[in-house]
């Protein structure tokens, strides 16, 4: 079974930060991003909707047409995954740089201007 321990080992980070993906709720549904993007700047996501036993790899973070996702691969497939990402970044130049991460904004109706 693919789990978040075994996603971050390989490099994916939890899309929705204000949400743990580690709760109840990561067997329903859940969206990771890879760490790094492609040579070309393509980046790589995996998804897990709801209501379907397989996870998908893609360049979109919420493929839903059948020619954006790059790799379908059921949940307990860890040797399959791995091999999509060899070929997702295989067929896009290579790893490319980090991700650059941005703090999210928050809104704070408490806090005064100063």
Known sequence: MLTDAYLQSLGFTASHLDRKANRANFGHAWRYQFDHDACDGT?????HPLGID????????????????????????????ETA???????????????????????RPFQRAR
């Open 85 to 107: 990402i060899s070929a997702f970044f295989a067929a896009h130049g290579g790893m490319g740089p980090v991700v650059k991460t941005t703090a999210p904004l928050t809104f």
């Open 54 to 81: 397989n996870c998908r790899v893609s360049a979109l973070p919420a493929a839903l047409a059948a020619q954006d996702v790059f790799a379908t691969v059921a949940l307990t497939d860890r040797p399959g995954l």
């Open 43 to 47: 980046p790589l996501y995996i998804e």
